[in-house]
Protein backbone atom coordinates (compact mmCIF):
# COMPACT_ATOMS: atom_id res chain seq x y z
CA UNK A 1 0.00 0.00 0.00
CA UNK A 2 1.82 3.51 -0.70
CA UNK A 3 0.97 6.30 1.79
CA UNK A 4 1.34 10.21 0.92
CA UNK A 5 2.59 12.34 3.51
CA UNK A 6 2.47 15.81 3.36
CA UNK A 7 4.33 18.19 5.82
CA UNK A 8 5.65 21.61 5.69
CA UNK A 9 2.34 23.93 6.50
CA UNK A 10 1.68 26.64 8.51
CA UNK A 11 0.83 30.29 9.39
CA UNK A 12 2.86 32.67 7.82
CA UNK A 13 2.06 36.47 6.69
CA UNK A 14 1.74 37.97 3.96
CA UNK A 15 4.75 38.21 1.27
CA UNK A 16 6.58 35.23 3.12
CA UNK A 17 7.17 31.71 1.74
CA UNK A 18 6.49 28.00 2.84
CA UNK A 19 7.96 24.84 1.05
CA UNK A 20 5.59 22.25 1.21
CA UNK A 21 6.34 18.36 1.35
CA UNK A 22 4.76 15.26 -0.08
CA UNK A 23 6.64 11.64 0.54
CA UNK A 24 5.39 8.57 -0.50
CA UNK A 25 6.35 5.56 0.77
CA UNK A 26 5.53 1.43 -0.05
CA UNK A 27 6.55 -0.16 -2.69
CA UNK A 28 6.92 2.34 -5.07
CA UNK A 29 8.32 2.06 -8.85
CA UNK A 30 7.83 4.96 -10.20
CA UNK A 31 5.87 7.96 -9.85
CA UNK A 32 4.80 9.18 -12.97
CA UNK A 33 2.84 12.57 -11.91
CA UNK A 34 2.91 15.04 -9.19
CA UNK A 35 -0.07 17.43 -8.20
CA UNK A 36 -1.03 19.49 -5.30
CA UNK A 37 -4.21 21.09 -4.72
CA UNK A 38 -6.05 23.17 -2.20
CA UNK A 39 -9.59 23.49 -0.85
CA UNK A 40 -11.01 25.80 1.02
CA UNK A 41 -14.26 25.67 3.27
CA UNK A 42 -17.49 25.00 0.67
CA UNK A 43 -15.58 25.28 -2.32
CA UNK A 44 -14.21 22.76 -5.08
CA UNK A 45 -10.74 21.10 -4.44
CA UNK A 46 -8.75 23.15 -6.99
CA UNK A 47 -5.68 22.29 -9.05
CA UNK A 48 -2.63 24.38 -8.19
CA UNK A 49 0.38 23.02 -9.73
CA UNK A 50 1.44 19.60 -11.71
CA UNK A 51 4.36 18.43 -12.74
CA UNK A 52 4.73 15.53 -15.02
CA UNK A 53 7.13 13.95 -17.57
CA UNK A 54 6.64 16.30 -20.30
CA UNK A 55 6.49 19.49 -17.74
CA UNK A 56 5.14 21.58 -15.38
CA UNK A 57 1.96 23.78 -15.21
CA UNK A 58 -0.11 26.10 -12.81
CA UNK A 59 -3.00 27.92 -12.10
CA UNK A 60 -2.84 31.48 -13.17
CA UNK A 61 -3.04 32.63 -9.58
CA UNK A 62 -0.04 31.17 -8.29
CA UNK A 63 2.21 32.08 -11.66
CA UNK A 64 5.42 33.57 -10.50
CA UNK A 65 5.34 32.69 -7.21
CA UNK A 66 4.83 28.98 -6.44
CA UNK A 67 7.17 26.73 -7.93
CA UNK A 68 6.83 22.64 -8.21
CA UNK A 69 9.48 19.87 -8.06
CA UNK A 70 9.91 16.18 -7.23
CA UNK A 71 12.78 14.13 -6.60
CA UNK A 72 12.30 10.90 -7.73
CA UNK A 73 15.06 9.66 -5.90
CA UNK A 74 14.13 10.46 -2.35
CA UNK A 75 9.85 9.84 -3.66
CA UNK A 76 9.54 13.18 -2.92
CA UNK A 77 7.50 15.99 -4.24
CA UNK A 78 8.01 19.74 -3.04
CA UNK A 79 5.38 23.04 -3.69
CA UNK A 80 7.86 26.15 -2.84
CA UNK A 81 5.43 29.27 -2.03
CA UNK A 82 6.55 32.76 -1.94
CA UNK A 83 4.62 35.93 -2.20
CA UNK A 84 2.38 34.10 -0.29
CA UNK A 85 -1.26 36.20 -0.03
CA UNK A 86 -4.54 35.58 2.23
CA UNK A 87 -6.46 34.10 -0.47
CA UNK A 88 -3.65 31.63 -0.92
CA UNK A 89 -4.60 30.12 2.74
CA UNK A 90 -6.12 26.58 2.44
CA UNK A 91 -5.42 23.12 2.63
CA UNK A 92 -3.28 21.74 0.16
CA UNK A 93 -3.06 17.98 -0.95
CA UNK A 94 -0.24 16.89 -2.72
CA UNK A 95 -2.09 13.94 -5.53
CA UNK A 96 0.53 11.31 -7.76
CA UNK A 97 -0.15 9.02 -9.86
CA UNK A 98 2.16 5.96 -8.39
CA UNK A 99 3.07 2.63 -10.37
CA UNK A 100 3.69 -0.52 -8.22
CA UNK A 101 3.82 -3.92 -9.48
CA UNK A 102 0.77 -5.13 -7.46
CA UNK A 103 -1.27 -2.96 -8.85
CA UNK A 104 -0.02 -0.72 -11.32
CA UNK A 105 -0.40 2.75 -11.67
CA UNK A 106 -3.02 4.16 -8.95
CA UNK A 107 -4.00 7.69 -7.94
CA UNK A 108 -3.00 8.59 -4.43
CA UNK A 109 -3.77 11.17 -1.87
CA UNK A 110 -2.17 12.91 1.08
CA UNK A 111 -3.75 13.66 4.16
CA UNK A 112 -3.61 17.75 3.91
CA UNK A 113 -1.89 20.19 5.21
CA UNK A 114 -3.40 23.37 6.75
CA UNK A 115 -1.33 26.46 5.02
CA UNK A 116 -2.62 29.90 6.88
CA UNK A 117 -1.11 33.49 5.63
CA UNK A 118 -2.38 36.18 7.63
CA UNK A 119 -0.88 39.25 9.71
Known amino acids: QVQLVESGGGLVQPGGSLRLSCVAS????????MAWYRQTPGKQRELVAQITNLGTNYTDSVKGRFTISRDNTKKSGYLQMNSLKPEDTAVYYCNENVYTYAQGSVYYWGQGTQVTVSS
Open 26 to 33: GRVVTINT
